[in-house]
């Protein structure tokens, strides 16, 4: 990973950032029943999270983002984070896994201690990267009527 670099994306970013996930995004219409929320985040609904206080931060190739996420201000020393996505051209080369365990570094330094996060019992793949990442399954919740899936909610303690 020495040729990939963590940081925090600026309001300039922002455009590439949702391009990335759209792009990531996207091809998980064909395995859900539902279209991913993911899709909704736009240049403007990324604008009024980093204006809210949240952090995006990116896992960048070449000079371009190629994986993202999204944390949330933490309340009571629990972070959310949300957008987990890597570029499709991109995958399976573990910088999904780098990037969380650099925020997850980066937050332990902010104070936090709890990290949550979600994803859909569809998506069994995400839920055994996060499982293999040190998270637990605190809660399944089903999705509104007429929906066949679960939102399986997941935590992780930070060590100090």
């Not at 949240?54 to 999204?70: D, K, W, Y």
């Not at 902010?110 to 990290?115: F, I, K, L, Y």
């Not at 995400?126 to 935590?155: C, H, K, M, V």
Request: aromatic letters at 6%; charged letters at 20%; glycine letters at 6%.
């Amino acid at each position: 990973m020495s040729d990939t670099a963590f940081r925090l994306a600026g309001w300039d970013d922002l455009s590439a950032v949702c391009l990335l996930i759209q792009q990531a995004f996207h091809p998980l219409q064909q395995r859900l029943p539902s279209r991913p929320t993911a899709l909704d985040e736009t240049v403007a609904s990324l604008t009024g999270h980093l204006a809210s206080g949240s952090q995006i931060f990116v896992a960048e190739r070449q000079g371009l983002p190629v994986a993202c996420l999204l944390v949330l201000p933490p309340d009571a020393g629990c972070a959310e984070v949300k957008r987990v996505c890597t570029h499709p051209d991109w995958q399976g080369r573990g910088l999904g896994s780098a990037l969380l365990s650099h925020v997850e570094d980066q937050l332990l330094g902010q104070g936090v201690r709890t990290v949550r996060l979600s994803t859909r019992r569809r998506l069994p793949d995400n839920l055994r990267f996060y499982l293999r990442l040190g998270y637990t399954e605190d809660d399944r919740q089903p999705y509104p009527a007429d929906i066949d899936d679960e939102r399986i909610t997941l935590s992780k303690a930070l060590a100090a």
